[in-house]
């Protein structure tokens, strides 16, 4: 049984619901509820809170479908909010997931491949505020976590290396122009699409401004066992090599001059390394150097006798270049450390035959350190000879990387020795000359007048060469006579001033300010003693 009530006085009505009244207030924006034992219910609709006086008992119907209706709409928005943090807190844990696999991945250095990219120049960049021209510009690169940043430049040209380390799941070579602390453009380059084990020369122009870059890249190294490089998985096809052979026959000397021949490099191992970390083991890489094409192998960790098991292919564009391997030791810090090199003239290879090599120090004089370190290695080259003639007649590539000359005293010492020499020697024939013209001694005047008038009379331009000659003659009949000559400044190369930089970087490091001070008077007293 339901009645209503409504008061004039509060601008109230009362409503009987069974044995409970509510009274709605209209001013106060409430509702009252009274049931027989003076229990009451306040509810303000403006609040998310009941009051109830006394203790809980079932009230009626329509309170119960009004408490049910708010509880069920707070359970909703609590479920939602309980959602929306679980969510949150699952994509921060994926996210901190990735950043730690990230991170170990890279302690660990297992990476599928290494992106090699020779910075060369830039042009049409953009000019700086007032119009002028950027004279602080430098390019930064960044390929998933690694990040490297070349140097200042103010000709647009750099000519730098940098080395960075591919993963699968990122691809994305990110390349960005400052000035200064201020980013003018950004570049991108997708890096799935480059074939593996080649040099790519590339342009590629920034999106928010004017000008491109000009690199060379390389992706090397591959570890995956797919790749056509691994020699496990390589089979030599005999119609591919006669459509190779075929290529470079002298009937087809004109059809691409540029293409002079191929090269085929397989690196099978290496035996005898030098230890270079801690423990008695190295992490060796091996890298092959033809112009200004780079390739490298994959890391073998903690061993003195690498496997690599490497084919690798070069295209060939002048006969009379130097195939240069080195092996490296990969270090935590993505630094190496010298182990050994070779140089084979692409002329002196000997097709299809395996063998192995001695590996040298870095200037080539003397056995690399180590229990005779030797490489393994066999080598093809094709080339067609016409091609080959018309790349010789034309100016030799200029090799873009090249390496910094660093200052040695012992060098600069004998260098300055040497041009003392011959700047007595010059001194003796003036003094000998003006000897003669003095009358001095007047039997060599006499001589060296009746010579003069002899060269006067009878001599021309041809006669020149044969002064030289005479020369040459000798001083062949006086090193004949007298024996080899002992002056130190006589030879062209002394090994003993020709130590490792390793060496040279410790003995920097022992000595003091004060023998640097010394050094440093002793080679200017030198030439000014020299100078006169």
Same mark, same amino acid.
């Given at each position: 049984?339901?009645?209503?009530?409504?008061?004039?006085?509060?601008?109230?009505?009362?409503?009987?619901?069974?044995?409970?009244?509510?009274?709605?207030?209209?001013?106060?924006?409430?509702?009252?509820? @009274?049931?027989?034992?003076?229990?009451?219910?306040?509810?303000?609709?403006?609040?998310?809170?009941?009051?109830?006086?006394?203790?809980?008992?079932?009230?009626?119907?329509?309170?119960?479908?009004?408490?049910?209706?708010?509880?069920?709409?707070?359970?909703?928005?609590?479920?939602?909010?309980?959602?929306?943090?679980?969510?949150?807190?699952?994509?921060?844990?994926?996210?901190?997931?990735?950043?730690?696999?990230?991170?170990?991945?890279?302690?660990?250095?297992?990476?599928?491949?290494?992106?090699?990219?020779?910075?060369?120049?830039?042009?049409?960049?953009?000019?700086?505020?007032?119009?002028?021209?950027?004279?602080?510009?430098?390019?930064?690169?960044?390929?998933?976590?690694?990040?490297?940043?070349?140097?200042?430049?103010?000709?647009?040209?750099?000519?730098?290396?940098?080395?960075?380390?591919?993963?699968?799941?990122?691809?994305?070579?990110?390349?960005?122009?400052?000035?200064?602390?201020?980013?003018?453009?950004?570049?991108?380059?997708?890096?799935?699409?480059?074939?593996?084990?080649?040099?790519?020369?590339?342009?590629?122009?920034?999106?928010?401004?004017?000008?491109?870059?000009?690199?060379?890249?390389?992706?090397?190294?591959?570890?995956?066992?797919?790749?056509?490089?691994?020699?496990?998985?390589? =089979? #030599?096809?005999?119609?591919?090599?006669?459509?190779?052979?075929?290529?470079?026959?002298?009937?087809?000397?004109?059809?691409?001059?540029?293409?002079?021949?191929?090269?085929?490099?397989?690196?099978?191992?290496?035996?005898?390394?030098?230890?270079?970390?801690?423990?008695?083991?190295?992490?060796?890489?091996?890298?092959?150097?033809?112009?200004?094409?780079?390739?490298?192998?994959?890391?073998?960790?903690?061993?003195?006798?690498?496997?690599?098991?490497?084919?690798? @292919?070069?295209?060939?564009?002048?006969?009379?270049?130097?195939? #240069?391997?080195?092996?490296?030791?990969?270090?935590?810090?993505?630094?190496?450390?010298?182990?050994?090199?070779?140089?084979?003239?692409?002329?002196?290879?000997?097709?299809?035959?395996?063998?192995?090599?001695?590996?040298?120090?870095?200037?080539?004089?003397?056995?690399?350190?180590?229990?005779?370190?030797?490489?393994?290695?066999?080598?093809?080259?094709?080339?067609?000879?016409?091609?080959?003639?018309?790349?010789?007649?034309?100016?030799?590539?200029?090799?873009?990387?090249?390496?910094?000359?660093?200052?040695?005293?012992?060098?600069?010492?004998?260098?300055?020795?040497?041009?003392?020499?011959?700047?007595?020697?010059?001194?003796?024939?003036?003094?000998?000359?003006?000897?003669?013209?003095?009358?001095?001694?007047?039997?060599?005047?006499?001589?060296?007048?009746?010579?003069?008038?002899?060269?006067?009379?009878?001599?021309?331009?041809?006669?020149?060469?044969?002064?030289?000659?005479?020369?040459?003659?000798?001083?062949?009949?006086?090193?004949?006579?007298?024996?080899?000559?002992?002056?130190?400044?006589?030879?062209?190369?002394?090994?003993?001033?020709?130590?490792?930089?390793?060496?040279?970087?410790? =003995?920097? #490091?022992?000595?003091?300010?004060?023998?640097?001070?010394?050094?440093?008077?002793?080679?200017?007293?030198?030439?000014?003693?020299?100078?006169?």
């Amino acid at each position: 049984m339901e009645s209503y009530t409504t008061g004039s006085s509060d601008n109230s009505s009362e409503k009987t619901c069974g044995k409970n009244s509510v009274v709605f207030y209209a001013n106060s924006n409430s509702i009252k509820i @009274t049931d027989n034992s003076n229990r009451t219910v306040d509810k303000t609709k403006k609040s998310s809170s009941l009051q109830v006086a006394g203790s809980s008992r079932p009230l009626g119907k329509c309170t119960s479908d009004l408490l049910m209706q708010r509880l069920r709409r707070k359970r909703s928005v609590v479920r939602q909010r309980l959602q929306m943090e679980f969510s949150e807190l699952m994509e921060h844990f994926q996210r901190n997931t990735k950043l730690a696999e990230s991170s170990k991945r890279l302690k660990s250095q297992i990476w599928s491949s290494v992106v090699t990219i020779l910075l060369v120049k830039a042009k049409d960049l953009p000019l700086a505020d007032d119009g002028s021209k950027l004279t602080d510009i430098h390019i930064k690169f960044r390929l998933g976590n690694e990040k490297y940043k070349s140097k200042s430049s103010w000709t647009e040209r750099w000519l730098e290396q940098f080395d960075l380390h591919l993963f699968d799941d990122d691809q994305n070579l990110e390349i960005s122009l400052w000035n200064r602390n201020a980013l003018y453009g950004k570049a991108n380059i997708d890096l799935s699409v480059f074939q593996r084990e080649t040099t790519h020369g590339i342009w590629r122009a920034f999106e928010d401004c004017s000008g491109e870059v000009f690199l060379m890249l390389t992706i090397s190294g591959t570890t995956a066992l797919e790749t056509i490089t691994d020699l496990k998985a390589y =089979k #030599e096809d005999p119609r591919e090599m006669k459509i190779m052979r075929d290529r470079y026959r002298w009937h087809r000397c004109f059809q691409n001059l540029r293409d002079v021949g191929h090269l085929t490099v397989k690196v099978f191992g290496a035996t005898g390394l030098a230890a270079a970390d801690i423990g008695g083991k190295s992490d060796p890489f091996c890298v092959l150097e033809l112009g200004n094409a780079r390739l490298q192998t994959q890391t073998e960790y903690k061993t003195l006798t690498p496997t690599w098991n490497k084919i690798f @292919t070069f295209n060939v564009k002048d006969v009379t270049q130097v195939l #240069e391997i080195t092996v490296y030791d990969e270090d935590r810090d993505h630094r190496v450390e010298f182990l050994g090199k070779l140089a084979i003239p692409l002329l002196r290879i000997k097709n299809g035959v395996k063998r192995w090599y001695t590996l040298k120090d870095k200037n080539l004089c003397a056995r690399a350190k180590g229990l005779s370190p030797q490489i393994c290695l066999e080598m093809t080259v094709l080339w067609n000879d016409v091609r080959a003639i018309c790349r010789i007649l034309q100016p030799k590539e200029e090799k873009l990387i090249q390496q910094e000359a660093k200052f040695k005293r012992q060098l600069f010492l004998r260098n300055v020795n040497r041009l003392k020499v011959i700047i007595m020697y010059i001194l003796d024939a003036a003094r000998y000359v003006q000897s003669c013209f003095e009358w001095e001694s007047p039997l060599r005047s006499a001589i060296a007048f009746a010579l003069w008038i002899l060269a006067c009379a009878y001599g021309n331009l041809a006669t020149v060469p044969l002064v030289l000659l005479l020369i040459i003659i000798k001083n062949w009949l006086v090193r004949m006579i007298a024996g080899t000559s002992n002056d130190p400044a006589a030879g062209y190369y002394d090994y003993d001033y020709d130590e490792d930089d390793d060496d040279d970087k410790e =003995k920097e #490091e022992k000595k003091s300010i004060k023998e640097r001070l010394q050094t440093i008077q002793e080679v200017s007293q030198t030439v000014q003693n020299t100078i006169g």
